[in-house]
């Protein structure tokens, strides 16, 4: 397995403002992912983070509303901007280690209140 | 299109008794099958994987799920509950790209 942390762990928000989470793996990967999971509901994915490109968004999100980052294979970034009470939700990583037979592994998550 | 049904949202059970979670899955090859739990406030831990051979796979905390390829199913059991075990769980589908997740089903367990 992989340790995944998050920053932050929670935070509260103001509407129309933006909040970049931080996924750090301690050892190199390559598929990194971003799910959102909204209150009481299961995980959705917005997107895959390359490393070295832009990330493929899943239907449904856009990168001008949750720009990803992923300057190298131990560390992507998440921003949700501009944001509004219905992005109240917890944010996830996860990272893939080896093949898809082996699924993924999930960070603690990053509370989202807006406010 | 691959899609996960968990058609039980909650379930309560005795603790000692035993636990059944049930899971169906659509998907256009032979998948990869996961089960997830997720206690309150944490993230998801990976109890069990399935992708081929024995259909019988042992996972952590003392579950196991059956792949049946006739019943598109992966279902989830353990022989007695603890306490511990209360929490949500989620069933997950995929293959190279990506994985869908079922709607989970929360495990009530008392005394």
């Known amino acids: 397995s992989a340790v995944i942390s998050q920053k932050p762990s929670r935070d509260i928000c103001q509407r129309g403002t933006s909040l970049t989470i931080q996924c750090q793996v301690d050892s190199q990967v390559t598929m990194m992912f971003w799910y959102r999971q909204q209150p009481g509901q299961s995980l959705t994915l917005i997107a895959t983070?390359?490393?070295?490109?832009?990330?493929?968004?899943e239907s449904g999100f856009v990168i001008d509303k949750f720009p990803i980052s992923r300057p190298n294979l131990t560390f992507s970034t998440l921003t949700v901007s501009n944001m509004s009470p219905e992005d109240s939700s917890i944010y996830l990583c996860?990272?893939?280690?080896?093949?898809?037979?082996?699924?993924?592994?999930f960070g603690p998550g990053t509370r989202l209140t807006v406010t | 299109a691959q899609s996960v049904t968990q058609p039980d949202i909650h379930i309560t059970v005795s603790e000692g008794a035993s636990l059944e979670l049930r899971c169906n899955y659509s998907?256009?090859?032979?998948?990869?099958l996961f089960w997830y739990v997720q206690s309150p406030g944490q993230g998801l831990q990976l109890l069990l994987k399935?992708?081929?051979?024995?259909?019988l796979v042992q996972g952590i905390k003392g579950f196991e799920a059956e792949f049946k390829r006739s019943q598109s199913s992966f279902n989830l059991r353990k022989p007695s509950v603890h306490w511990s075990d209360a929490a949500e769980y989620f069933c997950?589908?995929?293959?190279?790209?990506?994985?869908?997740f079922g709607a989970g089903t929360t495990v009530t367990v008392r005394a």
């Open positions: 996860s990272v893939r280690l080896g093949g898809a037979g082996n699924g993924e592994y």
């Open positions: 998907y256009g090859a032979t998948p990869y």
């Open positions: 997950a589908v995929g293959g190279d790209y990506k994985l869908s």
């Open positions: 399935y992708f081929s051979g024995d259909t």
């Open positions: 983070a390359n490393q070295g490109s832009e990330a493929t968004y």
